[in-house]
Nanobody
Framework: QVQLVESGGGLVQAGGSLRLSCAAT????????LAWFRQAPGKEREFVAG????????AYADSVKGRFSISKDNAKNVLTLQMNSLKPEDTAVYYC?????????????????WGQGTQVTVSS
C-alpha cells in the first residue's frame, strides 16, 4: 500500500503563487507515476499534471501549461506542484494520485492511490 498526504493549499489572490506538496509513504517502489488532479465545485475531477517516478517525463493539462510546474524528490518521496500566475478558475480541491501503470495520464481509473486533497482558493 501507498499513502499520499497533500499540503500547501490556501487562499491567494489572482496572479499569485502557491506550492503544493505530496508526501508518499509505504511501498513507493511500486509507483510508476504520480500526478495532480483537481476538482472544482460542481465539476468533474480533472488531470492537472503528472510525472514518472523514475524518469523526468512529465505532462500537463493545456489549462496550466506555462504556469504550473511539477517536480519530484525521489530521495524524500515528495511530489511538488509549483503554481504561478494563479487564476480564479484554478480554485479547486487538489489531489495527489499514484499509479502503478505506465499507460496514460488523465484516466483516473489508472490511479490506485489518492490523497485526501487540499483546498486551493484564488480570489479575483
Amino acid at each position: 500500500q501507498v499513502q499520499l498526504v497533500e499540503s500547501g493549499g490556501g487562499l491567494v489572490q489572482a496572479g499569485g503563487s502557491l506550492r503544493l506538496s505530496c508526501a508518499a509513504t509505504g511501498r513507493t517502489s511500486s509507483i510508476n507515476r504520480l500526478a495532480w488532479f483537481r476538482q472544482a465545485p460542481g465539476k468533474e475531477r480533472e488531470f492537472v499534471a503528472g510525472i514518472r517516478w523514475s524518469e523526468d517525463t512529465s505532462a500537463y493539462a493545456d489549462s496550466v501549461k506555462g504556469r504550473f510546474s511539477i517536480s519530484k524528490d525521489n530521495a524524500k518521496n515528495v511530489l511538488t506542484l509549483q503554481m504561478n500566475s494563479l487564476k480564479p478558475e484554478d480554485t479547486a480541491v487538489y489531489y495527489c494520485a499514484g499509479s502503478k501503470s505506465r499507460l496514460g495520464w488523465a484516466a483516473q481509473g489508472l490511479y490506485e492511490y489518492w490523497g485526501q486533497g487540499t483546498q486551493v482558493t484564488v480570489s479575483s
